[in-house]
């Protein structure tokens, strides 16, 4: 690890009472310790955010409270490098820097994971931290919302939300009202309000009541009046038992008639709302589908149907090769004469780790596109989609690029390194190396299509004996480039960190024996090289049940440090269903090469192309028959 805090600075705060707690629960993350004899530290909040230090004193400039934090951060940053002096004033046309931690795929973050990840925000400088809950927060009197799910208590709420109030972060419940419900719909208890396996029922008294229960409960709980409402991708609203009560009714008059009831509860409450744009913008597309289409206008009377107080959040990961797509979907929505916030994602939803690449490329033009806009508000979305594979914590190299773009659009990679290793204590190219999960960025630059830079996660979980990506390995073997990444993390290491970089030697490793495998069972049983296979069946197998178990090992670590038990259970069965064909792809070969079975018939079937994706499931990747 490059960045090591040997001899704590000493800092003598001449400062506000009320921010000593919290300037006390980050001195062991920045190094330093409070001394009547150290650098001394004053405060002052104004128009200005930065830091000045000159003559053994330090100010820290800021506008609002979370600014504070980050600016204490640079000021440890340069006296532990060794300066004297420093003057920095910071871009401040972002009014809001926001990251969003999703709580809702099968993973929920601890209380200490929570309040870890806020020091990290405030370090950061952010100063919104959004929770996504679709049923992971309790409601009294439903006992199957969140059931088996580990959803949050109200007092672990509350605790949450005091300790991000400390450090001046406003801590938004960010929850779904209309889709994405599936989770929850499931249970005999929610059948009164369901119409489709993942909508809620429109028009009908008892949605009413729950959703009144809902947003009740969490503008009990959070100090903010803000809500995030959800409401994107209600694709199929109206389409299940809606229809069979009330008959066909346009999707988009049923959402619109929604809207209306749903945000008499809202006021009701107090709260000023904000939502995800996308469906208004499908429902006018050529294919009612589209979100980002060029063409799409959005007639005037459906923006007087929009809420006057909603804001509305454009969300857009960077998917698309059209590098003017966030210029012209942002003078869309400020045609809307609503709110805007714009939301960018840290594409932590593939795997084992994050893109960074993706993240880096679509951020910082996406970024830029805000600034040129005049948009000021700005979120930092990290999903953990299906099932959490991807750590909290793998996130920090997004959180930290995202935010240093915020305060300085025109940030060196060489500063963006030094920042993200003073706020976390990581090692830059060990974590930014994660992302050879993926592939090689820096040697294989060719990339036709988004979902090709995803091949980590399909590699990762594809059946040993099916093989349904051994085609596109024939095509792009990725062994030698897997043998090459677990070199970057072999050796012991120390620090914080130390566990996330075994656990990635040990993933890097499990790939570099699976891709070797798939490169060539199949090829090895059409040849009938019944002594390489031998040699599969006694030696490469064996091996890479012994590396499944490792992963497994680190991976269940790395849970059980970040997250509640709850969701694991779905990774046991992953992990274990991995073991178990591994041992009976060894069972099968044996039984051929003696003689015992004629054929094998996963080995008998063609392989055929199929391409990567970047939002596979695990289902999908690791067989066809996924239903």
């Not at 009547?36 to 100010?59: F, H, M, P």
């Not at 919302?145 to 001046?168: C, L, N």
């Not at 599936?182 to 729950?210: C, G, H, N, Q």
């Not at 499944?548 to 779905?570: A, E, P």
Request: hydrophobic share 35%.
């Amino acid at each position: 690890m490059k960045h090591k805090f040997n001899t704590k600075t000493k800092l003598n705060f001449n400062i506000d009472a009320e921010y000593i707690p919290a300037i006390k629960a980050l001195s062991e993350k920045l190094g330093f310790e409070i001394s009547d004899g150290g650098t001394r530290v004053s405060a002052e909040c104004g128009d200005r955010i930065g830091v000045c230090l000159k003559d053994g004193e330090a100010t820290l400039y800021f506008r609002k409270k979370h600014q504070l934090f980050r600016e204490l951060g640079l000021l440890c940053e340069a006296l532990k490098a060794g300066k004297a002096c420093l003057d920095i004033t910071e871009d401040g046309h972002f009014e809001t820097v926001s990251a969003m931690i999703d709580a809702s795929r099968c993973a929920v973050p601890t209380v200490e994971t929570a309040k870890e990840l806020i020091e990290y925000f405030a370090i950061m400088g952010y100063g919104m931290m959004m929770l996504y809950t679709e049923d992971t927060i309790k409601i009294e009197g439903l006992p199957y919302f969140g059931y088996m799910r580990g959803g949050y208590t109200h007092a672990e709420i509350r605790e949450i939300d005091d300790y991000a109030y400390s450090f001046g972060i406003e801590l938004v419940p960010c929850i779904e009202c209309y889709g994405h419900m599936e989770r929850y719909l499931i249970w005999p208890e929610a059948s009164k309000i369901k119409d489709t396996p993942t909508v809620l029922m429109a028009r009908s008294e008892e949605t009413k009541k729950f959703l009144d229960k809902w947003i009740g409960t969490v503008a009990s709980l959070f100090r903010s009046r803000k809500i995030h409402i959800g409401m994107d991708e209600a694709h199929d609203m109206g389409r299940g038992a809606f229809m069979d009560k009330n008959g066909y009714v346009p999707s988009f008059d049923l959402f619109n008639e929604y809207m209306s009831e749903l945000m008499e509860v809202i006021n009701k409450y107090g709260l000023t709302p904000m939502m995800w744009s996308d469906m208004y913008f499908r429902v006018h597309s050529a294919s009612r589908q589209d979100y980002y289409d060029e063409r799409t206008v959005i007639p005037e009377e459906t923006k007087k149907l929009i809420p006057e107080n909603m804001q509305m959040v454009f969300w857009y990961y960077g998917e698309s090769e059209d590098p003017q797509l966030d210029y012209y979907m942002l003078d869309k929505h400020k045609a809307l004469c609503r709110p805007i916030m714009f939301a960018t994602g840290a594409w932590s939803w593939a795997g084992h780790f994050p893109e960074y690449n993706m993240m880096m490329k679509s951020n910082r033009h996406s970024l830029c596109a805000c600034r040129e806009k005049g948009v000021r508000e700005a979120m930092l979305t990290v999903w953990e989609n299906d099932n959490a594979e991807c750590g909290y914590f793998t996130a920090l190299f997004s959180l930290s690029y995202f935010a240093e773009l915020c305060y300085d659009p025109d940030i060196t990679d060489e500063r963006l390194k030094e920042r993200f290793e003073a706020a976390t204590g990581g090692d830059y190219d060990l974590f930014y190396k994660l992302s050879y999960y993926h592939m090689d960025f820096e040697n294989d630059p060719e990339i036709n299509h988004r979902d090709e830079r995803f091949l980590g996660k399909s590699l990762f979980w594809q059946d040993v004996l099916s093989g349904i990506y051994d085609y596109e390995l024939w095509q792009r073997p990725r062994s030698e480039h897997y043998a090459l990444a677990k070199k970057v993390y072999e050796g012991s290491h120390t620090g914080k960190w130390a566990y996330l970089y075994d656990y990635a030697y040990a993933v890097m490793d499990f790939l570099h024996e699976k891709t070797y495998i798939a490169e060539r069972l199949s090829k090895l049983y059409r040849a009938n090289d019944k002594d390489s296979l031998a040699d599969m069946a006694r030696v490469h197998f064996p091996a890479l049940i012994e590396k499944c178990r490792r992963v497994y090992d680190l991976h269940r670590f790395s849970w059980m440090r970040d997250n509640k038990v709850f969701g694991w259970q779905n990774m046991d069965v992953r992990y274990g269903g991995m073991i178990a064909r591994c041992e009976r792809a060894i069972e099968y070969i044996e039984d051929y090469i003696s003689g015992r079975i004629s054929a094998i018939p996963e080995l008998e079937e063609e392989r055929l192309p199929l391409k990567y994706h970047a939002y596979i499931t695990y289902q999908r990747a690791f067989t066809v028959n996924y239903k």
